[in-house]
């Protein structure tokens, strides 16, 4: 599914952030979010190190209901 979301990355790219995302975070969705910020070039650590960064920096749209 994930290589179909991210055409413009390589297969295998494609199907580590959908393995990575499936297993961290909590909205799939999240694997096209990654799929924008990823390079050709990059590799599984460069995609690590992005979903680390959501993980910690990203609004939780939880927090966005409690305030309305």
Request: aromatic letters at 4%; proline letters at 8%.
């Given at each position: 599914m994930s290589e179909k979301a991210l055409?413009?990355?390589s297969s295998s790219l494609a199907?580590?952030?959908g393995?990575?995302?499936w297993k961290r975070m909590d909205d799939?969705?999240?694997v096209i979010?990654?799929?924008k910020?990823?390079?050709k070039s990059d590799?599984?650590?460069d995609v690590?190190?992005?979903i680390k960064t959501l993980l910690k920096y990203g609004v939780n749209d939880n927090r966005i209901e409690e305030e309305i």
């Open positions: 055409p413009k990355l199907r580590y952030i393995v990575s995302v799939i969705r999240d979010s990654i799929g910020l990823v390079r590799g599984p650590e690590d190190r992005i």
